[in-house]
């Protein structure tokens, strides 16, 4: 099987030897050992199957969510995809919340009527994950124009918010990726377009369904920003979205990131994942970014080993603890299924 050429590629920009705070890198840390547990438990709980339906794990991405996300104002807005657990994690939903909605309860955020691909919180201007590829890249837009709409028409003087919309590497062949980049541009949206290129769109590698396979300049056909980033390098994720996120809230518009990532299940939880040769995974799993950043912190003396290892079973104990709550809480009544399809008075 021909491997990517680019699964080992240096990234454009980098950032892991720069200095960077102290808390801001354990708070980096903490967010990405809470997506990356969560989706463990989630493997856990699904092969004892509390969890029905296709699941779509990230473990490997972590470091996108994180170095995007956490760089957000409250009033800022994420549009996610099938694989849109952690996604919402980062955005501040309670962890409780999305197990009770994977377990299908009322407690869940979308009241245990959407289930893994389908989180939602309008409380954290989530606007939720999409079961069919590129479906949330015109949802972003929308979200995104009506910022500039407030401002505009409203004359609203609120700082400008920002939305940063998600989706994968095979999404990039589809339509709606290149019509809304074009009305992007054209509108001078305040939207980051955050491509998570892990690779592989289901079984097909990402170099056989493109004849463009570097994503970012796919940027320049509508005259937006393109960068490359490693996307297994929260810090340097990070540095990208701050001059994009600093962009898009000043008015100057959309910037495209693709993120060279990688998922290290299969596409879903039903996936066998022969297709990915031992090597390939191999040489990603070398790159973890969870461990990258452990040893960051490690190597420039920012805390203990033991405070890491504390940080560590806090995690761990708020992950069973969203277990123990979505299984302690009530399935919606049969009656009441039909409930929240429309607005109610």
Same mark, same amino acid.
């Given at each position: 099987?021909?491997? +990517?050429?680019?699964?080992? &590629?240096?990234?454009?920009?980098?950032?892991?030897?720069?200095?960077?705070?102290?808390?801001?890198?354990?708070?980096? *840390?903490?967010?990405?050992?809470? !997506?990356?547990?969560?989706?463990?438990?989630?493997?856990?709980?699904? *092969?004892? =199957?509390?969890?029905?339906?296709?699941?779509?794990?990230?473990?490997?991405?972590?470091?996108?969510?994180? %170095?995007?996300?956490?760089?957000?104002?409250?009033?800022?807005?994420?549009?996610?995809? *099938?694989?849109?657990?952690?996604?919402?994690?980062? $955005?501040?939903?309670?962890?409780? +919340?999305?197990?009770?909605?994977?377990?299908?309860?009322?407690?869940?955020?979308?009241?245990?009527? %959407? =289930?893994?691909?389908?989180?939602?919180?309008?409380?954290?201007?989530?606007?939720?994950?999409?079961?069919?590829? !590129?479906?949330?890249?015109?949802? &972003?837009?929308?979200?995104?124009?009506?910022?500039?709409? $407030?401002?505009?028409?409203?004359?609203?003087?609120?700082? /400008?918010?920002?939305?940063?919309?998600?989706?994968?590497?095979?999404?990039?062949?589809?339509?709606?990726?290149?019509?809304?980049?074009?009305?992007?541009?054209?509108?001078?949206?305040?939207?980051?377009?955050?491509?998570?290129?892990?690779?592989?769109?289901?079984?097909?590698?990402?170099?056989?369904?493109?004849?463009?396979?570097?994503?970012? $300049?796919?940027?320049?056909?509508?005259?937006?920003?393109?960068?490359?980033?490693?996307?297994?390098?929260?810090?340097?994720?990070?540095?990208?979205?701050?001059? &994009?996120?600093?962009?898009?809230?000043?008015?100057? !518009?959309?910037?495209?990131?693709?993120? /060279?990532? *990688?998922?290290?299940?299969?596409?879903?939880?039903?996936?066998?994942?022969?297709?990915?040769?031992?090597?390939?995974?191999?040489?990603?799993? &070398?790159?973890?970014?969870?461990?990258?950043?452990?040893?960051?912190?490690?190597?420039?003396?920012?805390?203990?080993?033991?405070? /890491?290892?504390? /940080?560590?079973?806090?995690?761990? $104990?708020?992950?069973?603890?969203?277990?123990?709550?979505?299984?302690?809480?009530?399935?919606?009544?049969?009656?009441?299924?039909?409930?929240?399809?429309?607005?109610?008075?």
């Amino acid at each position: 099987m021909c491997e +990517n050429k680019r699964q080992i &590629a240096l990234p454009v920009t980098s950032s892991i030897n720069n200095i960077i705070d102290r808390n801001i890198v354990l708070l980096l *840390y903490e967010d990405m050992l809470l !997506g990356r547990y969560f989706e463990d438990m989630c493997a856990q709980m699904y *092969y004892r =199957g509390k969890m029905f339906g296709f699941v779509h794990l990230y473990n490997g991405q972590e470091a996108v969510s994180t %170095g995007v996300i956490k760089l957000l104002e409250p009033q800022d807005y994420v549009c996610s995809t *099938y694989r849109d657990h952690v996604h919402a994690l980062s $955005k501040g939903v309670d962890p409780k +919340n999305v197990m009770a909605e994977l377990f299908g309860k009322e407690t869940g955020c979308s009241k245990g009527r %959407g =289930g893994s691909m389908h989180i939602f919180s309008a409380q954290h201007n989530f606007l939720g994950g999409f079961a069919f590829i !590129g479906e949330g890249i015109p949802v &972003a837009l929308g979200a995104s124009f009506q910022s500039i709409y $407030k401002k505009q028409v409203f004359g609203d003087k609120g700082l /400008l918010s920002v939305t940063v919309c998600f989706f994968g590497d095979g999404t990039t062949n589809n339509g709606q990726f290149f019509e809304c980049l074009n009305m992007s541009v054209l509108w001078k949206l305040p939207i980051i377009f955050v491509v998570e290129n892990n690779q592989w769109a289901i079984g097909m590698a990402h170099h056989r369904s493109t004849s463009s396979p570097e994503i970012y $300049k796919k940027a320049q056909a509508f005259g937006l920003p393109g960068v490359e980033v490693d996307g297994m390098d929260v810090l340097a994720i990070r540095n990208v979205a701050t001059e &994009a996120i600093a962009r898009a809230r000043s008015g100057e !518009g959309p910037t495209l990131i693709e993120a /060279l990532t *990688y998922r290290f299940r299969g596409h879903s939880l039903a996936d066998p994942d022969e297709l990915r040769s031992r090597q390939e995974k191999n040489a990603w799993l &070398a790159r973890d970014p969870i461990k990258r950043l452990k040893g960051y912190i490690i190597d420039n003396q920012l805390t203990s080993s033991d405070n /890491l290892k504390n /940080l560590e079973l806090k995690v761990r $104990k708020k992950i069973d603890d969203s277990v123990d709550f979505a299984l302690s809480s009530p399935e919606p009544q049969v009656d009441q299924l039909t409930r929240y399809l429309f607005v109610e008075d």
